[in-house]
């Protein structure tokens, strides 16, 4: 059985990474941190069950954000870049950290700097393409051709590494 | 429009097509890929925050056993 000190070092110890895997799946700094929250908020209400490690922790906050994700309508999950069907997540183990660094090295390596820019203000900063376009100075057709040429880069070397 | 095109008006725009529509779009496989791709490019892109596990605790604990709204309501 655990008291609210162990649930606090086990807190401590593993809440950055849970937070790492939480955003890697919905993009989102606050539903993120809520959903961590849950994960140790239950601990606590059901602290007789026993110890509990790493592992547990991990998976409880992958499955609450794989809820999460499967009550969102198709809309919501395409507007928030999540992936369209549950079985991605599974089939590929989803998020993988090696395909996650393999895609930020390629963008930093293999793209354009203006590939990089929309790159950058798409998925860092969530601008729109008519935004992109205003901050860049250039048309949305030309963020687009910037941003189709990035993906085809990226998708032909990570076909080369499968 | 060409199959990214088609990709980046529906992440963007998504109210403008049924769920119908977005389900028979991703049904083809070129499209699903790059779609998979722009997912996979936002994971790799969202920014970290810097964490402080003292501070992210104090927050869950305060948070945790803030009295509800309901409760705070009761007792006035």
């Known amino acids: 059985m655990m008291d609210v000190n162990d649930i606090e070092r086990l807190f401590k110890a593993h809440f950055s990474q849970m937070q790492r895997l939480a955003m890697a799946l919905l993009h989102d700094e606050d539903i993120a941190r809520d959903i961590v929250h849950d994960v140790f908020a239950r601990l606590l209400d059901y602290s007789q069950g026993g110890p509990v490690g790493p592992g547990y922790l991990m998976m409880a906050v992958r499955n609450h954000c794989l809820n999460h994700i499967r009550a969102c309508e198709i809309r919501e999950r395409v507007a928030k870049l999540y992936f369209h069907d549950n079985d991605v997540y599974a089939s590929e183990s989803w998020p993988d950290e090696e395909t ?28 729109p393409f008519s935004e992109i376009a205003v901050a860049m100075g250039i048309s949305k057709n030309a963020v687009f051709r910037h941003l189709r ?7 032909k070397k990570i076909n080369q590494y499968e | 429009m060409n199959k990214y095109e088609l990709v980046f008006d529906i992440i963007e725009l998504p109210e403008n097509y049924t769920p119908w529509r977005l389900h028979e779009i991703m049904s083809d496989p070129d499209i699903r890929e790059i779609y998979v791709l722009m997912c996979k490019i936002k994971s790799a892109k969202t920014p970290l925050p810097t964490i402080d596990a003292d501070r992210e605790w104090e927050n869950f604990v305060k948070k945790k056993y803030a009295p509800t709204p309901q409760i705070l309501a009761y007792s006035k």
Not at chain 1, 104 to 122: A, H, N
Not at chain 1, 149 to 155: E, N
């Open chain 1, 149 to 155: 040429k990035a993906l085809s880069i990226i998708r």
């Open chain 1, 100 to 127: 996650i660094t393999l895609i930020y090295d390629l963008i930093q390596s293999e793209i354009s700097q203006q590939g990089r820019r929309v790159i950058e203000l798409r998925f860092t900063e969530g601008l």
